[in-house]
């Protein structure tokens, strides 16, 4: 696809910032707004692989993989683009792993208006920098995702959200290790949420085995701050918290205590700011370490 035309939106010198559906955040007010090229351009399911553009809706990449027995591991709202800026992976990170891993290839628009390619077509290409890595989480600050080729995964054909109170399981990491790769294990103290995949004898064996309830799907974690723990640290939890059992993120009602950033982080990642968008025109008054939520 040319990207020619978003490059000539995004221009070279003012301040501009990217819009999409808005779901996670949205464009900076005040600040001159583009859009990025929304579609899908090719599915490839024998190598599983697909091509899309960064304002094509989640749901529409989901739909059209569905035809082909396949998925991508991408929390399911919103656009493919802006999933990726923000770099929060969903609540199947236990047995999907990390959002970033999604992405094989991006083409971006620099600071300077150029058309940028990073990383390459196939999951087998490391060589040189990885810089997909370094645009997923960026939220828009060192340049402007227009299309991507992704990794794709099979859709299960039987996946089921089950439930379960502590009176058998009082240690997260006891459940944890009695599965068989769940895809999510989560937990507010005093109950677990279990998402099992995979042929329906299998997960019906294990869910009886550990007297499993099934339930319509897991609490909802919408509108909480997101901490960051070791999962050492999942006893010392209170108040009204979900818990993703072996990843380290907390959906919590409460604010996480504020610290002040590694001061060699912050100047790292000033410094990779620097280079890649020396006047800060891109987003500008985002920064990818105060995430408040």
């Known amino acids: 696809m040319d990207l020619s035309d978003f490059a000539e939106t995004v221009g070279s010198a003012d301040p501009v910032t990217i819009e999409g559906a808005g779901t ?6 005040g600040v001159r707004a583009v859009r990025a090229p929304s579609g899908i351009e090719w599915i490839q399911p024998d190598e599983m692989t697909l091509s899309c553009r960064a304002s ?6 989901d739909a059209a993989l569905a035809e082909h027995g396949q998925r991508i591991a991408v929390p399911p709202t919103g656009t493919i683009g802006g ?19 999604v992405l094989l290839q991006a083409r971006y628009v620099s600071a300077a208006g150029d058309v940028v390619t990073a990383g390459g077509p196939t999951v087998k ?16 600050t060192l340049g402007f995702l227009g299309d991507m080729i992704l990794r794709t995964r099979p859709r299960p054909t039987f996946e089921q959200w089950y439930h379960l109170a502590t009176d058998r399981f009082a240690d997260p990491a006891d459940i944890l290790s009695r599965l068989y790769r769940p895809d999510a294990v989560l937990w507010n103290g005093s109950e677990f949420w279990v998402l099992l995949s995979g042929a329906p004898a299998d997960v ?10 099934p339930v319509a799907g897991p609490p909802d974690v919408s509108g909480r701050h997101r901490w960051s723990l070791p999962p050492s640290a999942l006893g010392t939890l209170a108040g009204d918290f979900v818990a993703e059992v072996g990843v380290g993120v907390v959906h919590h009602r409460e604010r996480p205590v504020t610290r002040p950033p590694d001061a060699g982080l912050k100047a790292l990642t000033q410094r990779i700011k620097a280079n890649f968008d020396p006047t800060g025109r891109l987003n500008p008054g985002v920064s990818v370490l105060a995430d408040g939520s």
């Open 204 to 213: 019906e064996t294990t869910a009886a085995a550990l007297e499993l309830i």
């Open 125 to 140: 290409n490391v060589s040189g920098f990885d810089l997909c890595r370094l645009l997923v989480g960026s939220h828009g």
């Open 56 to 61: 094509t809706p989640v749901e529409d990449v």
């Open 24 to 29: 996670r955040g949205g464009a900076v007010p």
């Open 83 to 101: 999933a990726l800026a923000v770099g929060r992976s969903g609540l199947r990170r236990l047995g999907y792993g990390p959002v970033r891993d």
